[in-house]
T-cell receptor, first 115, second 110 residues
Framework: EAGVAQSPRYKIIEKRQSVAFWCNPI?????LYWYQQILGQGPKLLIQ????????DSQLPKDRFSAERLKGVDSTLKIQPAKLEDSAVYLC?????????????FGPGTRLTVT | DAKTTQPPSMDCAEGRAANLPCNHS???????VYWYRQIHSQGPQYIIH???NNETNEMASLIITEDRKSSTLILPHATLRDTAVYYC???????????FGQGTELSVKP
């Protein structure tokens, strides 16, 4: 079975620029998550989708971050404008469903460097 | 969700058992103990989970104390490929958030 795909793998931008990350979850997985992992820390949940609806976005800095999951499959996470403190790895994960799956499957992540 | 405490780092000799402890003294009756690991430059990977009984799968064993206030993840025969950060997470059933702490950085040495 193919895993969670993410692109790009690496991105370097200057502060105040915009950036977008793409995620393709495992086929048939209804729940999709975006995490932010700052160097030396564990991943932190930014947003959770169930199909194309948002379940939890309490940790998403909504003044600059946005995410969408059109048609309940692929998802994009955008940062506009970026700040230095946004430098991190952005991980996408998926699971069969919020209430029916024990496992979250993670992609390889996108490493963002803001200069 | 209950908080967990893990040692920041541990070493283990290749071929020996690696025993990774986790304290979760405020765990509630409906919270499960989950373990994930993250190999360098990869996303986290699910290892095992349990409620109150000991669990074993092809990757590891999970031993939960009777009072459920602590647990131990056991990798029976550690290899160099097991070098990773191991996260112990307490979570309400399948639907709760995964809240990652700092984890334990396990180094398996030849």
């Amino acid at each position: 079975e193919a895993g969670v795909a993410q692109s790009p793998r690496y991105k370097i931008i200057e502060k105040r620029q915009s950036v977008a990350f793409w995620c393709n979850p495992i086929s048939g997985h209804a729940t999709l998550y975006w995490y932010q992992q700052i160097l030396g820390q564990g991943p932190k949940l930014l947003i959770q989708f169930q199909n194309n609806g948002v379940v939890d976005d309490s940790q998403l800095p909504k003044d600059r971050f946005s995410a969408e999951r059109l048609k309940g499959v692929d998802s994009t996470l955008k940062i506009q404008p970026a700040k230095l403190e946004d430098s991190a790895v952005y991980l996408c994960a998926s699971s069969l469903g919020e209430l029916v799956s024990y496992e979250q499957y993670f992609g390889p992540g996108t490493r963002l460097t803001v200069t | 969700d209950a908080k967990t405490t893990q040692p920041p780092s541990m070493d283990c000799a290749e071929g020996r058992a690696a025993n990774l402890p986790c304290n979760h003294s405020t765990i509630s009756g409906n919270e499960y103990v989950y373990w994930y690991r993250q190999i360098h430059s990869q996303g986290p990977q699910y290892i095992i989970h349990g409620l109150k009984n000991n669990e074993t799968n092809e990757m590891a064993s999970l031993i939960i104390t009777e009072d459920r206030k602590s647990s131990t993840l056991i990798l029976p025969h550690a290899t160099l490929r097991d070098t990773a950060v191991y996260y112990c997470i307490v979570r309400v059933s399948q639907g709760g958030k995964l809240i990652f702490g700092q984890g334990t950085e396990l180094s398996v040495k030849p």
